[in-house]
């Protein structure tokens, strides 16, 4: 190495601006792990860790943007097709939760749980839930808040039961998207209306989930459901 290339790369303030122009993936599974020095820029610049979402940037003027990393990694939840996804089908055609990827996706201590969605963070998010039963469909709207940004790991908890089907909408939010996922056979009523329009005006995004309930009490839970629950699931306090 040249003297002024090892100046240029023992220089702090010169390393960081060539760090910031590099993707995310290399500067979180590469660059990171060059040397000591090189780990201990990365993860105490703040400037780096809002450019890789890992800490939260105040607003600004222009459009949120949506982390690329986790876009290429979780398609489904990302998308912005206006389709639902059934969870089943969704979480096992993730590339990184495959067999030979399966420890590093459910290592303790994994990036991408800890990863902003997007930048400006989404602060308070909106979930509107559609329950069916045999005598009907009930619909219940809630806003959850994140005060330091909604996390990959938070939106992912949120979605991972096999029984689910979901849809995430993003900033800038329409009400008309959201009364488009609405069947013409099943309207809501006039104050239901009223809360999906709210969760429109205050939220900055909104997950959109359905589920069905059955009648059948005391039924052991399925092979299928216990497979994808030890696969998906984190809620056995196994942190990533």
Not at 69 to 91: C, M
Not at 124 to 151: A, C, H, K, Q
Request: net charge positive; aromatic share 10%; charged share 30%.
């Amino acid at each position: 190495m040249t003297a002024r290339r090892f100046q240029v790369l023992n220089t702090p303030e010169l390393l960081e601006a060539i760090l910031l122009k590099l993707d995310i993936r290399t500067v979180i599974s590469s660059a990171q792990l060059v040397n000591r020095q090189w780990h201990d820029l990365i993860t105490k610049s703040p400037a780096i860790q809002q450019a890789i979402f890992f800490k939260p940037l105040e607003a600004a003027d222009g459009a949120s943007s949506q982390n690329p990393l986790l876009t290429e990694l979780f398609p489904p939840f990302f998308d912005g097709k206006n389709e639902t996804h059934s969870a089943f089908y969704a979480f096992e055609e993730l590339a990184m939760a495959r067999q030979e990827r399966l420890a590093a996706f459910r290592r303790k201590g994994a990036s991408w749980r800890r990863m902003l969605v997007q930048q400006p963070p989404v602060r308070e998010l909106g979930i509107w839930e559609t329950v069916s039963r045999m005598g009907g469909d009930s619909n219940t709207f809630r806003r959850e808040r994140y005060p330091e940004g909604l996390r990959m790991g938070e939106l992912y908890d949120l979605m991972a039961w096999i029984g689910y089907r979901f849809l995430v909408f993003w900033s800038p939010l329409s009400s008309e998207a959201l009364h488009g996922t609405v069947s013409r056979s099943r309207r809501l009523t006039p104050q239901q209306t009223e809360q999906l329009d709210r969760l429109a005006d205050d939220t900055e995004a909104v997950l959109r989930r359905f589920r069905s309930v059955g009648c059948v009490i005391g039924r052991r839970e399925s092979k299928e459901s216990f497979e994808f629950r030890r696969k998906f699931s984190f809620d056995d306090g196994e942190e990533s």
